[in-house]
């Protein structure tokens, strides 16, 4: 238990080390129970910080078993050991040699961050602040050293020994069946970026040549008898490798770069220099096994993760506040790289859904936090949406506003100031500001300021004047600790359409330009008049979603149904569809809630019609169109008195409407997109599937017998696992038999690949009905459910909790309860996994009055439950904070 870890962190606080590291010798003698490790830490004292400091290292449930100071035993009372700390009140204020021992059982590490065993894989977690689990050590991002890793191992146990950076030195020890591999980093990384891997792993291996023409090993790591696998990954490594030499004229520097897949890790991936540790879902697929879905997060984390080596290790973070300073960035960087690869409109609506349904929920309760938080509990709890996705919609925000160039010039500029040293979010922004000559002061306040900006616009037309006039407010709301808010810079990209369907020339009355289709708001209210507008225009606001804000609008249906047809803007035509189904299906959950019958809109219907018909749409982008606003995204859009059942039956309502009134053109779709050659996971390919399963699923929606039967064959006949999926899915919403034969034939043919029966665990735990909790009451029973691995937590509590509204949200609070439950049982084993589990609560507020009653007390009993986690107590703690 980390008790310091209760006393809040704030930014305000933030002193340079007293201590730099220089180099670190890690020795690293593994053991199933007891793994020794000797750092040798060659230290000096900061000339940045107050004179004469105090040697203090960071620990974590620590064994001290030796100490020496230039190679000289300390006397006892010349330092004192605890699990967390280690203190040298009076060291030499010179440079010297600390060579500390510590023993450590990564067989008991249920944690999973420190030194721990997936399977009977030793590797490590160290970001944030796992590296103190290992050996005592100022663990810190700010302290960066080189560091050289020796490994050693019986060979049976671990015939694979893997550390950051190139291998200099390994063979058998003599007389022994041990053997030993030592592995040296050039490059000064912070102690969150060391790793090592031991273990019988089998890999795939290629080569790399740098725009530079140097060659570079690459190998990834996986099961035995998993290699096949891994070509997919293999090939996304070096897409993204060529990619960030081509897009930012950034190369490799390492002589090998290697990806272990284990199979039991808490978050998706982690970056660290020359040996990146994935969740193996990141990294394992066959067409038998994996989705298009997964075939894709598998390209993108792959690209994360590799960029990273730029963004995040040669330029780190200054302190774990600074954290948006590498994901933001880097998030930005794999959206840009998957909108090359794949299709840019539609990887914009992917992200935009994503955004929406994480990062403004959480900006919109309890739990919402600036881009880069001010204090912290548990830095864990801020791997978060809105430092992860808000901080890239930052970034590109600054793309937006500088242009490609002026962006490219600010970043190429941050890399050559930076490089090797960790840096701050101000840093950052002032190489923008340098190399353009733009004033970013007021552009700060989006790190700052918590909240999603809400802008009002107000379109007008003047025939006599020829102007079209854009009145504008924007309002940010209250958020935990900041009760008044300052005007953020929203660069709103925009297009004034013709009745021809053609943009009309912008010309700012002022003279001001609208550089780049982009008016830029500064002001809590503020007009832009254009000139030479004769006939009346349909404004395209926010095109690309330029900004992360909440946009309303005076738009009519006619003009969203006008957008939707001829918006050069493919965001917008997918916007203009989502707007007119949402603010259908809210007024339906309002008309429920007043006992009133729901209303019907054939003209959105008939506009999904017209989407649908239209030969030269990508397919990816129709399947887009055609998925009306989620649960989430309507008790979004609601914001208090939410409903679940209310919301799931006005989206039953549409979708059923849709499936009857487009049924010959959805089975027409079907039939045209269905057969087709062998599988492959490429975009074109899988934006058919993605349309061909939208349409079964629309038709099975309108509650036909036929499409029941063509979901239950497209289960059976299906040759890869999307189509497979997506019909079981489809059934899974329909009480008939052919669901449960499908769910059983699932996992008989599935049972010994634990990754796909995940998608079985997550499948029922989202059936929408009563009897779902009993269900995965009895799956957390199940032999092959563990609440020790967090794929397992994930695919069952977690799918339960954070997708299937209705069950979770039961009125009589019992998925509440489960939850509770759950989350008390995981705590003490893994609390980082326990406290994500919490944030299901998040929206808790938002709720009928009587859920919300279930939810609070639900709430209370986990924060009165002795020996909570620093983390969950955190987030009960600020979830239940009064607003
Ligand atoms: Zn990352």
New binding site residues.
Partial sequence: MRTDQDQPVRLADYQPPGWLVETVHLDVVLDATATRVRARLKLRPNPAAPAAAPLTLDGDALALQSIALDGTALPADAYTATPDKLSIAQPPQRSFELTVETLVDPTANTQLSGLYRAGDTYCTQCEAEGFRRITYFPDRPDVMAVYTTRIEAEKADAPVLLANGNLVESGDIAGTTRHFAVWQDPFPKPSYLFALVGGTLGHVEDTFVTMSGRRVMLRIYVEPGKEDRAGFAMDALKRAMRWDEQAFGREYDLDIFMIVAVSAFNMG???NKGLNVFNDKYVLASPQTATDIDYASIDGIIA??YF?NWT?NRITCRDWFQLCL??GL??FRDQEYTADQRSRPVKRIADVRILRAHQFVEDAGPLAHPVRPEVYREINNFYTATV?DKGAEIVRMLAVLLGTDGFRRGLDLYFQRHDGHAATVEDFIACFADATKADLGPFMRWYRQAGTPEVAVTISHDPKARTCTLDVTQMLRPTPGQPDKEPVVIPLALGLVGPDGRDLPLRLADGRAAERGVVTLTRPSESFVFSDVAARPVASLNRAFSAPIKLTTNLTGDDLRFLAAHDGDPFNRWQALQTLGSMLLTDNVRAQRAGAPMRTDAGLIEALGAILAEPALEPAFVAQALTVPSEADVARELGQDVDPDAIFAARTALRAAIGDALGAALRETYRRLSGGGPYSPDAASAGRRSLKNVALDLLAASGGAAAIALAAQQYQTADNMTDRMAAVATLSLHPVPERQAAIDDFYRRFEADPLVIDKWFALQAAIPEAATLGRVRELAQHTAFSLGNPNRVRSLIGAFAQTNQTQFNRADGAGYAFLADTVLALDSRNPQVASRLMTAFRSWRALESGRRAKAEAELRRVAVAPSLSTDVRDIVERSLAPA
């Fill in positions: 991936a982690m970056e994360h993760e990273h995040g590498k994901e880097t998030v992860y």
